[in-house]
């Protein structure tokens, strides 16, 4: 705990916050433009973090992986999705779980090109750059909504990734996969992350998409 520095961490879960909220209203939004209003009449088309945010998902387990210091990732509170009101169904569905991490991957780009711009153009008074706070900010956004994207993509509902699987999936098939899954699925990402298995399956498209960046 002493060893945390507090104005980083700040700076982390402010962007942990603004980015979690983009993602879910990137799933409401799509939902709603596809063809389900559920999303937008409980209010979760909105820039308003409080009401996406996940008491475990948004605080608990950021603190958890700052205090471990690993990588750090979260969830807000899911957006409900009927997919039947869908306009093609499961294949709509698939979009609107992928639009989360989408949200994040262009995140992650429009912070790079403010990093870029910041380094490039450092504005100094005397001997201070006074605009390093704002290239520390961005290159925490490009840091974490690619650990965002990535890590909502894992196949194991109820992330991202396993609501994409079961789309793709033979329907029989996704049922199975669903219903053998997510009663667990927290307890398994909770497994993957206190056994370190989660870094290792998170680093290496972590590193190779940080490549394509500035």
Request: hydrophobic letters at 55%.
């Amino acid at each position: 705990m002493a060893d945390i520095n507090i104005a980083q961490a700040f700076i982390a879960f402010a962007v942990l916050l603004f980015s979690l909220t983009i993602h879910e209203l990137a799933h409401a939004w799509t939902a709603d433009r596809l063809g389900d209003p559920t999303a937008r009449r409980l209010g979760r088309v909105s820039l308003n973090p409080m009401v996406h945010a996940d008491p475990i998902g948004t605080i608990l387990f950021p603190l958890i992986a700052a205090i471990g210091r690993f990588p750090l990732i979260g969830w807000a509170k899911p957006v409900p999705v009927n997919v039947s009101r869908l306009r093609r169904g499961r294949r709509d569905h698939v979009l609107v779980a992928a639009a989360g991490p989408a949200s994040n991957v262009v995140i992650a780009a429009i912070a790079a090109v403010l990093l870029r711009v910041f380094h490039t153009a450092p504005e100094t008074i005397g001997d201070v750059t006074v605009n390093a706070p704002l290239v520390a900010l961005a290159a925490r956004a490009v840091q974490i909504n690619l650990l965002l994207a990535i890590f909502n993509m894992i196949p194991i509902p109820p992330l991202d990734g396993g609501a994409v699987l079961g789309g793709v999936l033979p329907q029989p098939v996704a049922f199975r996969f669903d219903a053998l899954l997510r009663p667990y699925g927290f307890l398994l990402i909770y497994a993957l992350m206190i056994t370190g298995t989660l870094g290792r399956i998170v680093s290496p498209p972590y590193y190779y998409l940080l490549s394509w960046f500035p």
